[in-house]
């Protein structure tokens, strides 16, 4: 009665009168509890609380001591709460700044923290403590104390380190320089209502090579799961008008890429820390204005700027995003880009830029199949020839050629379909290439599967750069002649005056040639698998034309010389190489199938 009419003082007197009547009792305890916890005294009702659970615990009644089971042990919420704290830090960076403090906690200390905290001691002894525990809760609290704010910006000169700051107050540092910035962000942060906040500056040992390298893996991580990050513009003046975040030097260093790609809240602010164009809304990802200035600017879809999906599919696309951006370690052009295709690489400083890019290549390659990172123009690298010496060899766009209509396709099919030869042809040929391996990629050496065409003549013509760049005709056994315009000087020869080194154009050979479904795309169902062409033909027959009409097309080539070894090396271009087959008769003649082996 007294309870339900929240007279605590009386409720709780009563239950000391219960308790001295039978000290034995676990009632007058339950009652004492219920009180003091009404009263918001949590420490006292926690301890009160576990005395009950003792008198439950060695009561003789059995049926007293059945009374236990419908409570939790502080033991049990004790575990649930380092479980949901351990899950919330498992994506968390490894040093945090406290914005309320302004000093820098290792995860060690921001655990202790929250134990000494008022948030903590609320939520333990305000938890309903009868069984089955409630975990949401828990995991709510949790998650909301521990939750952080990532801090993007260019860097600058004598930004401050892990040194400058370790077992300082950043707030009473001298507010100079860059120390602003550092000193703002926290502030921003903790006016949010975030006990934490990240600077890449001074949150990581740069001297521990092991702290750096789980870093530089994790960082995509620790971004995508910030409850915000502040993306602070310095050369951004107050009340810009729109186009000013395009043309921020923020928006050409290479780390921003996967800053602005994998949170899912971020905040523009401007060198004065207003918000960009004047924009308080909670996420500027939720504002068309913003994100389309950063589509046209950075050539990123909208959809991939405000829902991005680390991996390696369409990593040809990935890297154009990065061909025009810098950074101040060359190897960081690499090791920038390993949230966004989701690997996990060693990171070694002094190993220089080709070789930094090209395991990261290498490993997308090697895991995915995907050769789209084959296609660029411009210098070899010397990590292995088929890879671009520098990321901006991909700023041009995808290199795309003219494919034959859905019509145009279903026509053809239906000329060869009445050719008992082409359709025999066909099906040895989709058999051949249908059991041919993927790309391998290890140790700097490609293993690429290709249909050769073997070179027949090469010609150097008019036209290039002197003795910089050289134009050659070029004539390949079951192709229609091209030209090549490439840095690297190339043997001539004809029929009648042979070389004895071998040259190839390839086709490097794609699965998606087969028209196959691909069952790591989209999840699909019955409904949507393409109905067959026309009703009464094998289905397989007509994927086995459609994939002769395919080869009749043209494709992108690389151009390939023999080594000593046997091996080859791609001799790069300054164009794309666009080669086609003679005529539809050669594709049926399509012999030289086989899997290459690229230095």
């Given at each position: ?156 000169r004598s930004e401050p380190l892990l ?265 040895k040929l989709y058999t051949l290439l ?166």
């Amino acid at each position: 009665m007294k309870l339900g009419q929240k007279l605590y003082a009386e409720a709780l007197s009563d239950a000391e009168k219960v308790i001295e009547l039978n000290p034995s009792s676990y009632l007058g305890y339950e009652l004492k509890h219920t009180a003091l916890r009404g009263a918001q005294r949590y420490d006292d009702a926690f301890e009160v609380f576990t005395i009950m659970l003792s008198k439950l615990d060695d009561a003789p009644d059995p049926q007293t001591r059945q009374i236990r089971q419908k409570y939790v042990s502080p033991s049990e919420v004790g575990d649930t709460v380092r479980r949901a704290i351990h899950a919330q830090l498992e994506n968390a960076p490894l040093r945090l700044i406290n914005t309320s403090t302004g000093r820098l906690f290792a995860r060690d200390a921001q655990i202790n923290a929250f134990t000494e905290s008022t948030e903590y001691n609320e939520l333990f002894h305000s938890l309903d403590m009868h069984a089955p525990l409630q975990r949401e809760p828990i995991k709510e609290a949790v998650a909301k104390y521990f939750s952080w704010v990532m801090l993007s910006h260019r860097w600058e000169r004598s930004e401050p380190l892990l040194h400058d700051i370790q077992d300082k107050n950043v707030y009473t540092l001298r507010p100079v320089g860059t120390m602003v910035k550092l000193q703002k962000s926290c502030e921003v942060a903790r006016d949010a209502g975030y006990h934490w906040a990240w600077s890449d500056t001074c949150c990581i040992d740069q001297n521990n090579n092991v702290e750096l390298q789980q870093s530089v893996n994790s960082m995509f991580v620790w971004y995508h799961h910030s409850a915000l990050t502040i993306i602070y513009l310095s050369d951004v003046p107050p009340s810009s008008k729109s186009g000013a975040l395009a043309s921020s030097i923020w928006n050409t260093r290479g780390w921003t890429v996967q800053e602005f790609l994998a949170p899912k809240v971020v905040i523009f602010y401007q060198a004065d820390w207003t918000p960009y164009l004047d924009d308080r809304s909670r996420n500027h990802k939720q504002s068309v204005i913003i994100m389309r200035e950063l589509e046209r600017s950075t050539g990123i879809n909208a959809r991939a700027l405000v829902d991005f999906h680390p991996g390696t599919r369409d990593a040809r696309e990935k890297l154009r995003w990065a061909s025009n951006r810098d950074t101040t370690r060359e190897e960081d052009i690499a090791y920038s880009l390993f949230g966004i295709f989701d690997v996990n690489l060693p990171v070694i400083y002094g190993e220089k830029r080709q070789k930094a890019l090209g395991r990261l290549l290498q490993e997308i390659i090697a895991h995915s199949g995907d050769i789209t990172a084959l296609d660029w123009v411009g210098q070899s690298s010397n990590f292995n020839s088929c890879l671009p010496a520098e990321i901006s060899s991909y700023k041009a766009l995808p290199y795309t050629l003219p494919s034959v209509s859905e019509h145009g396709m279903q026509v053809l099919v239906s000329r060869l379909r009445n050719n008992i030869v082409a359709v025999e042809s066909a099906s040895k040929l989709y058999t051949l290439l249908e059991n041919l391996s993927v790309p391998r990629f290890a140790h700097g050496r490609l293993q690429l599967p290709c249909i050769a065409f073997p070179l027949t003549e090469v010609r150097q013509s008019a036209g290039g750069d002197g003795d910089k760049c050289f134009t050659y005709e070029v004539k390949a056994d079951g192709l229609q002649d091209l030209q090549v315009i490439t840095e690297d000087r190339l043997v001539q020869f004809s029929p009648v005056r042979r070389t004895r080194q071998t040259f190839l154009l390839v086709r490097p050979w794609n699965r998606y040639d087969l028209g196959l479904i691909n069952f790591a795309d989209e999840p699909q169902s019955v409904e949507d698998w393409p109905e067959p062409e026309c009703p009464g033909h094998n289905e397989q027959t007509t994927r086995e034309l459609r994939l002769i009409v395919r080869l009749g097309q043209p494709f992108g080539a690389l151009l390939l010389a023999q080594q000593w070894g046997g091996e080859y090396k791609r001799i790069a271009s300054d164009n794309n190489i666009n080669a086609q087959v003679s005529d539809m008769t050669c594709v049926d003649n399509i012999k030289d199938i086989r899997m290459l082996e690229i230095l």
